[in-house]
């Protein structure tokens, strides 16, 4: 079974601070890995995808993530933060091969950016 | 072209009443996903209903619990009887493919207390 871990559920920081929200996941085989964002009173909407390539992806809004496979990890980057991006943030994973296609997400990081 | 959504956006009931949740898939997407995220916690999977057939209905907590999509459009979620347990956010998504590749959108979530 897949299962996703985000270490960090509350974050808050200042604007043009560097941002890294952990993600690790559990699985033996291939994964698929997403980050999404959940900005307050908006829809869940996806920021980056990993499914094959160079293990780091852009996503939008200048964030970023780096797939290190040796460690199970997918963290989440952007350099400077705005207050713009004071959101609900989401890891999940489903099997790439084998496994359920079903994502499983992790428990969520509540970013708070003061201005 | 407009995303999922779903309504209401929020609900409160009393432990024992009925509440029905909907969801309005993005036109064109055949598979609707139904998740739930209990307060604090990881966002889980209930089912997953392709045109109107129930595809996988593994995550459905019990019996109290009924999804339907009739004529594989819109889908409904029906709580009957509500406990206190059944309080959270239920996120609707829709794929117009699913498999381990597909990108799901979701739906900003409908936030059910039950009091």
């Known amino acids: 079974a897949q299962s996703v871990s985000q270490h960090n559920h509350h974050v808050i920081l200042s604007e043009a601070a560097s941002l890294e929200l952990g993600c690790n996941y559990s699985?033996?085989?291939?994964?698929?890995l997403f980050w999404y964002v959940q900005y307050p009173g908006q829809h869940l909407q996806l920021l980056l995808k990993?499914?094959?390539?160079?293990?780091l992806v852009k996503g939008i809004k200048g964030f970023e993530a780096e797939f290190i496979k040796s460690k199970f990890s997918f963290n989440l980057r952007k350099p400077s933060v705005q207050w713009s991006d004071t959101a609900e943030y989401f890891c999940a994973v489903n099997a790439a091969s084998g496994g359920s296609y079903i994502p499983t997400f992790g428990r969520g990081t509540s970013l708070i950016v003061h201005p | 072209e407009a995303g999922v959504t779903q309504f209401p956006s929020h609900s409160v009931i009393e432990k024992g009443q009925t509440v029905t949740l909907r969801c309005d898939p993005i036109s064109g997407h055949d598979n609707l996903y139904w998740y739930r995220r209990v307060m604090g916690k990881e966002i889980k999977f209930l089912l997953h209903f392709v045109k109107e057939s129930k595809q996988d209905e593994s995550g459905m907590p019990n019996n109290r619990f009924l999804a339907e999509r009739t004529g594989g459009t819109y889908s409904t979620l029906k709580v009957q009887p509500a406990e206190l347990e059944d309080s959270g956010v239920y996120f609707c998504a829709s794929s117009p493919t699913s498999g381990k590749g597909n990108i799901q959108y979701f739906g900003a979530g409908t936030r059910l207390s039950v009091l």
């Open positions: 699985y033996g085989g291939t994964v698929n």
């Open positions: 990993y499914f094959s390539g160079d293990p």
